[in-house]
């Protein structure tokens, strides 16, 4: 659903607030476009010498309540197209935020995050306007138009006809101006997300900028993106600064031929004095929406622009939804996850990161993947877990392809601790609650227990209650480490992948903690990743990868004596420890 259809429905659910709004308008202009014809009575009356005070009180009397009844009809309707605007943007964000968070990674990663934020704000804003104030002055503004013209076409068709000469000129500027408009927006709603995502940087980057005394740096990033989105605008007011001279001079050109022609004519006895103030008022209030029309026209390009950059979100396909032709699987201790000549490519990538791997993971069984960076360790978890989709025909969990697999049983099966902890600005019984919202407070000292924090956790002030700040500031990079892997072993997921979610942590813990994990998993299947062979010398299986292929597999003797990459790896840790053994036994606060 695009963003016009989102406003159609709007349109439709609320039709009666629509409606509302519409006839309030046309009435208050029904009721406004008729003063002039009093004001006409009155000229005439007075200019025949026909006036008494009764006659010309009636007249003032009923123009008084002519603008009571407009402004009483344009309290009414002004609030009502506004609050669907407000109604629209709702709806549109709610939608858009909908969208954002079931987005493929894939889709998101090639998505700055800045630009995502300065379309749910800026574009939507605009669309906003455009729904509820835009509307409502487009509305108002053509209803003056048409009624105004069918009054002085009632009044004399020839001194319409006359005042409509310099307003041959209108339809040619509004056109070059309108393509104008939509090219400055353009402009300024990228520079607007260059600006926003250059914010959200430097502000999760704030304390590497401060350590490296980056401020100045920054300062001038800033101030260089802060100018473009500057100028932009500034071209915008300049397209738009000409346009309001040139409607006004062509408005009051309609003026003077008003005045000039229609005085002749009333000379000549073709029309009255009354005519004449009347068809003049009139064309003052054609200038109103003359003038405005580039107003509208600027909206109009600004909320243009904005439901496309919108709508290249909302038409992004997402991940697979549940349907009832999805399969389930009811696993046991003889499953098996199996991985069949997988190859797979990221999007915009030319080099496959896995290639052609072969795996069969028994259930019951530690397994571990060891390898040099960027040999696809990651990659495969991430496909297990169809944070990327894979290829079908790759992966079978007892024997059903997992395409083919609710996406919802796959991740309620796979429980996946990254490298990268997160952990959101609440208390610490709040963040574990995400995996399992009905844990006691047993289970989850039991999960910190099992990610070897339980003893720092107990020795903070409110303990569970402790609110982590942004980010989790106040607690280290190794404490955020192992409170998302206390926050993963609570779901108590039948699959464990671990994607060397302790590498926060000093060595001796990390291997401890690892092979506490796997005891006190039994039974359960257990997939890790670590960039330190020997914390996973333990496991049932280990399987050494290389340039996205298995170069080697067994357990930690064979392949010391079998596998050279395996065995460089090891002595790169031990010669490591050696060299620095203090390296990663303590652990960065705040990092």
């Known amino acids: 659903m695009n963003t016009i259809a989102i406003i159609a429905k709007d349109a439709r659910r609320y039709w009666w607030l629509v409606a509302g709004g519409l006839t309030a308008i046309l009435c208050l202009e029904l009721l406004a476009l008729y003063s002039p014809q009093l004001v006409k009575q009155a000229i005439d009356m007075l200019a025949a010498g026909q006036a008494d005070p009764r006659g010309l009180g009636r007249i003032a009397g009923a123009i008084v309540a002519l603008a009571l009844g407009v402004a009483v009809l344009r309290a009414l309707g002004r609030p009502s197209m506004l609050a669907f605007g407000r109604i629209v943007e709702r709806d549109l964000r709610e939608r858009f935020f909908s969208r954002i968070i079931r987005l493929p990674q894939a889709t998101l990663d090639r998505v700055p995050t800045g630009d995502i934020m300065a379309r749910s704000t800026y574009d939507i804003d605009n669309v906003r306007l455009a729904a509820g104030y835009g509307w409502q002055a487009a509305v108002n503004s053509t209803l003056t138009l048409v009624l105004a013209l069918a009054y002085m076409i009632w009044m004399s068709p020839v001194l319409t006809l006359l005042a409509a000469v310099p307003m041959a000129a209108i339809p040619w500027l509004t056109r070059r101006q309108s393509t104008r408009f939509h090219r400055c927006h353009k402009s300024i709603q990228e520079s607007f997300s260059s600006l926003t995502e250059e914010s959200r940087d430097s502000l999760n980057a704030i304390r590497l900028i401060k350590v490296f005394d980056l401020t100045a740096l920054k300062d001038r990033q800033f101030e260089r993106l802060a100018r473009r989105h500057l100028d932009n605008n500034m071209e915008l007011a300049r397209v738009s600064a000409l346009y309001l001279p040139v409607m006004t001079l062509v408005t009051n050109l309609s003026q003077a031929v008003v005045w000039g022609c229609g005085g002749a004519m009333a000379v000549t006895g073709m029309l009255t004095a009354g005519d004449i103030v009347a068809f003049s008022a009139y064309m003052a209030m054609l200038r109103t929406p003359l003038v405005y029309s580039g107003y509208l026209i600027n909206l109009y390009q600004r909320a243009k622009s904005s439901c496309n950059r919108v709508d290249g979100l909302l038409n992004k396909p997402v991940e697979p939804s549940n349907s009832p032709s999805d399969k389930t699987v009811a696993l046991s201790s003889s499953s098996k996850l199996e991985i069949r000549d997988l190859t797979f490519t990221y999007p915009g990538e030319s080099q496959p990161a896995l290639k052609n791997l072969g795996l069969e993971l028994c259930f019951g069984a530690t397994t571990a993947i060891v390898g040099p960076v960027g040999s696809g360790k990651s990659t495969l978890l991430q496909l297990l877990a169809r944070i990327h989709e894979p290829p079908e025909g790759t992966i079978f969990l007892d024997g059903t392809d997992i395409t083919e697999i609710s996406l919802k049983q796959v991740r309620a099966c796979m429980g996946t601790a990254v490298q990268d902890p997160f952990v959101f600005s609440d208390s610490i019984r709040e963040n574990l609650l995400l995996a399992r919202p009905d844990a006691s407070d047993e289970d989850l000292w039991r999960a910190i227990a099992a990610a070897g924090l339980n003893d720092e956790i107990r020795a903070l002030p409110q303990q569970l209650d402790t609110i982590l700040g942004e980010k989790g500031h106040t607690l280290s990079g190794g404490q955020r480490a192992r409170l998302c892997l206390a926050r993963t072993l609570l779901a108590e997921s039948p699959v464990l992948l671990l994607d060397d979610p302790l ?80 390296f990663s036994s303590s652990e960065q606060k705040g990092e």
Do not use: C
């Open 503 to 582: 590498s926060a942590v000093d060595t001796k813990a990390e291997a401890g903690i690892l092979e506490a994990l796997s005891r006190l998993r039994g039974g359960l299947t257990n997939l890790m990743v670590s960039h330190r062979p020997l914390s996973i010398s333990f496991s049932d299986h280990i399987v050494v990868m290389d340039e996205g292929r298995i170069e080697s597999e067994g357990r930690h003797e064979a392949l010391i004596d079998e596998s050279d990459l395996y065995r460089r790896l090891v002595l790169t840790q031990q010669l490591a420890a050696k060299v620095n053994p203090n």
